[in-house]
């Protein structure tokens, strides 16, 4: 999986959450593995992504295969060596050019069936090539840089995707309790419209709209429950582990402080100097520079030098040795264009990856400036909504009492019962909200996680 973080910063503008300190990680197996009687912390959390994600793992995976290239592209400028044994037993007809006798013998038409025993040593070591070893082996390096890069971005997408997950969650649970009150607030309103309406002094009707009440509310609180349900699989789905085990969250700490000024104002500096997307971005760019570098230097000549040494014979312990050494210089003359097409395609793909890098920095710049413009609405959206549920508490307290007195009709309590739900669904989200918001800015910026 590309845990891709524009699609995890989507993901949060759909559903509040994010990040609060997280202390070291811990080594817990793919379970349930509650670290506390209330369940597993935000911290757990993220030490069973670490240990079971498979983004995490393909990542890892990746990282050692191209070490392994780095291996592959320094062995040319080591000498190879090859042992070779062999064994033949062969019959040939001799010819001898017209003309040619050789005195007092006869000529055999027939040479053979002889044995030929063989084996020996062949090394062979390349001198010169005018850099293309070389160039290979720093494009093979700087993919390797650029491979670790990226496994830096997928650690950094899987916990952003984990905190957002589990704050999914906690609003989840928030909005289930702000679903269960509004449930008992609208039974309890319809307990006082059936004790007045016994005594006459309210229509059967608003006992009737109180019933109808009654059951969206139950509906509301059904809906709460399902989602809890659906966030809690995210979460395990985010930390690796099937949506169907079994799960609960301990929560806990304080929201973060508000954002500093001085933070938002050199956030894209900071974001295109420590997030590794532009790391990976300028690796690439490096080993598709050095590639060009390779083809150019295919096109060269090559001096290389070359030696054998073995033993050869008709019998099973061959005696007689033979041996060789000597240069050779190989030119390309004529291939049909393959290495010229070969050197056109590597610039092609070294210009594709210099616009590649200029729009990594142009999405890393978009998601910083979207990071920081939400995370400043979503802490202002605290207070405001902190303001209209102490504002809906108190009318719903008046507007009860005067219902109760006969000074009020039904549908001023239930519209006002309805505004202060509303409000506590709201403040519930912005106060996880504003801590997605926090997190998200983190990750855009590339900061270090708490």
Same mark, same amino acid.
């Given at each position: 999986?590309?845990?891709?973080?524009?699609?995890?910063?989507?993901?949060?503008?759909?559903?509040?959450?994010?990040?609060?300190?997280?202390?070291?990680?811990?080594?817990?197996?793919?379970?349930?593995?509650?670290?506390?009687?209330?369940?597993?912390?935000?911290?757990?959390?993220?030490?069973?992504?670490?240990?079971?994600?498979?983004?995490?793992?393909?990542?890892?995976?990746?990282?050692?295969?191209?070490?392994?290239?780095?291996?592959?592209?320094?062995?040319?400028?080591?000498?190879?060596?090859?042992?070779?044994?062999?064994?033949?037993?062969?019959?040939?007809?001799?010819?001898?050019?017209?003309?040619?006798?050789?005195?007092?013998?006869?000529?055999?038409?027939?040479?053979?069936?002889?044995?030929?025993?063989?084996?020996?040593?062949?090394?062979?070591?390349?001198?010169?090539?005018?850099?293309?070893?070389?160039?290979?082996?720093?494009?093979?390096?700087?993919?390797?840089?650029?491979?670790?890069?990226?496994?830096?971005?997928?650690?950094?997408?899987?916990?952003?995707?984990?905190?957002?997950?589990?704050?999914?969650?906690?609003?989840?649970?928030?909005?289930?309790?702000?679903?269960?009150?509004?449930?008992?607030?609208?039974?309890?309103?319809?307990?006082?419209?059936?004790?007045?309406?016994?005594?006459?002094?309210?229509?059967?009707?608003?006992?009737?709209?109180?019933?109808?009440?009654?059951?969206?509310?139950?509906?509301?609180?059904?809906?709460?429950?399902?989602?809890?349900?659906?966030?809690?699989?995210?979460?395990?789905?985010?930390?690796?582990?099937?949506?169907?085990?079994?799960?609960?969250?301990?929560?806990?700490?304080?929201?973060?402080?508000?954002?500093?000024?001085?933070?938002?104002?050199?956030?894209?500096?900071?974001?295109?100097? /420590? @997030?590794? #997307?532009?790391?990976? +971005? !300028?690796? $690439?760019?490096?080993?598709?520079? %050095?590639?060009? &570098?390779?083809? *150019? =230097?295919?096109?060269?000549?090559?001096?290389?030098?070359?030696?054998?040494?073995?033993?050869?014979?008709?019998?099973?312990?061959?005696?007689?040795?033979?041996?060789?050494?000597?240069?050779?210089?190989?030119?390309?003359?004529?291939?049909?264009?393959?290495?010229?097409?070969?050197?056109?395609?590597?610039?092609?793909?070294?210009?594709?990856?210099?616009?590649?890098?200029?729009?990594?920095?142009?999405?890393?710049?978009?998601?910083?400036?979207?990071?920081?413009?939400?995370?400043?609405?979503?802490?202002?959206?605290?207070?405001?909504?902190?303001?209209?549920?102490?504002?809906?508490?108190?009318?719903?307290?008046?507007?009860?009492?005067?219902?109760?007195?006969?000074?009020?009709?039904?549908?001023?309590?239930?519209?006002?019962?309805?505004?202060? /739900? @509303?409000? #506590?669904?709201?403040? +519930? !989200?912005? $106060?996880?909200?504003?801590?997605? %918001?926090?997190? &998200?800015?983190? *990750? =855009?910026?590339?900061?270090?996680?708490?």
């Amino acid at each position: 999986m590309k845990t891709s973080f524009p699609f995890v910063f989507a993901l949060i503008a759909a559903s509040p959450l994010v990040a609060q300190p997280a202390g070291p990680a811990l080594s817990l197996s793919n379970g349930p593995a509650l670290r506390t009687p209330d369940g597993v912390s935000l911290d757990d959390c993220l030490a069973i992504a670490a240990a079971n994600h498979p983004a995490l793992a393909a990542a890892q995976a990746g990282v050692a295969a191209a070490r392994e290239a780095v291996g592959e592209a320094r062995a040319p400028f080591y000498p190879q060596v090859d042992l070779s044994a062999s064994y033949h037993r062969w019959q040939r007809r001799a010819f001898l050019p017209s003309g040619l006798v050789i005195p007092g013998r006869g000529v055999p038409e027939i040479i053979g069936p002889l044995d030929d025993w063989s084996g020996g040593l062949f090394s062979r070591v390349t001198l010169f090539d005018f850099g293309e070893r070389q160039a290979g082996l720093e494009a093979a390096q700087a993919r390797q840089a650029g491979a670790e890069a990226e496994a830096t971005a997928r650690q950094a997408d899987v916990r952003f995707g984990v905190h957002a997950a589990f704050y999914t969650l906690a609003a989840a649970q928030d909005l289930q309790t702000v679903a269960r009150q509004n449930l008992e607030r609208t039974e309890a309103h319809q307990r006082l419209a059936e004790a007045r309406a016994e005594s006459g002094a309210v229509p059967q009707a608003d006992v009737l709209r109180t019933q109808a009440e009654v059951a969206s509310a139950r509906l509301q609180l059904i809906t709460a429950d399902s989602r809890v349900r659906t966030a809690a699989g995210r979460l395990n789905t985010a930390i690796g582990r099937s949506a169907d085990t079994p799960l609960a969250i301990a929560r806990g700490g304080t929201t973060p402080p508000p954002p500093d000024q001085a933070e938002l104002d050199g956030a894209v500096a900071r974001a295109l100097a /420590a @997030r590794p #997307e532009m790391t990976s +971005a !300028e690796k $690439r760019t490096e080993a598709a520079r %050095a590639a060009v &570098s390779a083809t *150019r =230097a295919a096109r060269a000549p090559k001096l290389r030098a070359d030696g054998a040494f073995g033993l050869r014979d008709t019998g099973f312990l061959p005696e007689t040795h033979e041996w060789q050494a000597g240069l050779s210089v190989d030119f390309p003359l004529f291939d049909a264009g393959s290495r010229a097409r070969r050197f056109a395609r590597s610039k092609a793909e070294l210009a594709r990856e210099e616009a590649a890098l200029e729009q990594q920095a142009l999405e890393i710049r978009d998601q910083v400036w979207a990071a920081s413009s939400e995370l400043e609405r979503a802490w202002a959206s605290i207070a405001a909504n902190e303001t209209a549920v102490r504002a809906s508490d108190e009318s719903l307290r008046v507007v009860r009492e005067r219902y109760g007195a006969g000074a009020a009709v039904l549908t001023d309590l239930l519209d006002t019962q309805t505004a202060l /739900a @509303r409000a #506590e669904a709201s403040l +519930a !989200e912005a $106060r996880w909200g504003y801590l997605v %918001a926090r997190a &998200s800015f983190d *990750r =855009a910026v590339g900061a270090r996680w708490r």
